[in-house]
């Protein structure tokens, strides 16, 4: 058992899960550090669905069991928070934006912010998406080897800025900021103590810089905006600036702040991702690039994607929904119970730290035949609708799922058929490409890759199907 009990018996219940032995005092938070995805993955094959873990006296449990995923996103959402041990460490960061707003205050925010994503509003966003990543592909030379992960970063970004802001925003320095300001989210992660921000240690302090960097980038484009006027105009910062809850107020700039921010590194870094370890398994797999190649010219010939298109890219869209599976971005979802609830025979009390993992839950071989292989083509024989509501969440569930799931998916779709259609890619690392969990899931080390561009012919035909070095 860990150390410390992490929950109080009750009338009828199981005393507690079973779970990892700890240290006295520190109890699991060192092997947590040291491995956070093998953690979860060995509590799950060692102990179960519902693990009792104990991180420096934060009580925990990891779910993977799908009834009580339901119950916590779900049917009982309302006895859980956002606002665990995680979400306050980056408090400066997202202030009162949706990943961290709770309560009344995240239901008018959600509210004023979905009119931005519906998908009504997706098709004005599609032309600046395929513009984009052609003039990046027209930038690439036949034969070029490179870390794929910056030039996803780069080409994310600017779509973020294209499609939230409408404009073109020199990229000097935000690449940086945003580094700076994930490395330290991933040391907060492990930290057995929360730190106040003041505290002049050389990770906090590159945090705030990066935080400062980005805040006066969002808070002059909103300044900006609001002189040059937002009406009329198609991007999510100005349907933000003109959304109007029932009592005709508008968001803060202050929210407005908090909200730009989280979108722009929830969307430009979740697509970065997406991309980055598609480019890793697709190198592996030259076979589907080329079938994907194929579905794209089979369906738009030579002629620019349009937001038509992507219902009939089943291929390319199987590709991304695989590569989020096996290499979900938001690899870990955090709650903390508010009230008393019970799951699988255990009652548990408020103030436990929740964690449901989607990267062990994704590699379930309980859902997925051969978990551990990349197999886009699981995805065209209508496997989703076979699968448990929460077996495959890339996006999360319940009513907090990712306002921008479809967006994300659309855009994530396009760029890759944009890419493909034209471009060949190779892996040419030299040893598997480890993870590397922070507030999302990167590639540690990067993606070396070589690309060629494609001609007529001479497509290789290889093994369609096999294991990747995951």
Known sequence: MSSGPVIAGAKGALKQPPGPSGLPILGNILDFG?????????????????????FAGWPALAVTEMAAVETILVSEHQCFTKNTLVWRQTRALFG??????????????RKLAAPAFASAQLTSYVPSIVRIAEATVAGWQDGDTFDAHPRMMALSFDVAARTLFDADIENAGIDQALEDILREMESRITRPVLLPDWLPLPGHLRYLRGIRKIEGLIRGLIDTRRLSGFDGRRDVLSRLMAARDADDRGMS????????????????????LVLSWAFYLLGQHPSVADRVADEVRAVAADRPLELADVERLSLTEAVVTETMRLFPPAWVIGRESVQPFRIGGYDIPAGVTIFISPWVIHRDPRHYDRPEDFLPVRWLDCLRHRLPRFAYMPFGGGPRICIGQRFAMIEAVLLLATILRQIRIDWIGKSPILPQPTITLRPRGGVPVRITRRGDGGRRRGNFIRKPTA
């Open 96 to 109: 009162a934006g949706l990943l961290t707003s709770e309560g009344k205050a995240w239901r008018r925010q």
């Open 34 to 54: 040291r491995d956070q995805l093998g953690f979860f993955t060995r509590c799950q094959h060692e102990f179960g669905d519902i693990v009792a873990a104990n």
């Open 253 to 272: 700039d202050d929210r407005l702040r908090d909200e730009v921010i989280t979108l722009l590194l929830a969307g430009h870094e979740t697509t970065a």
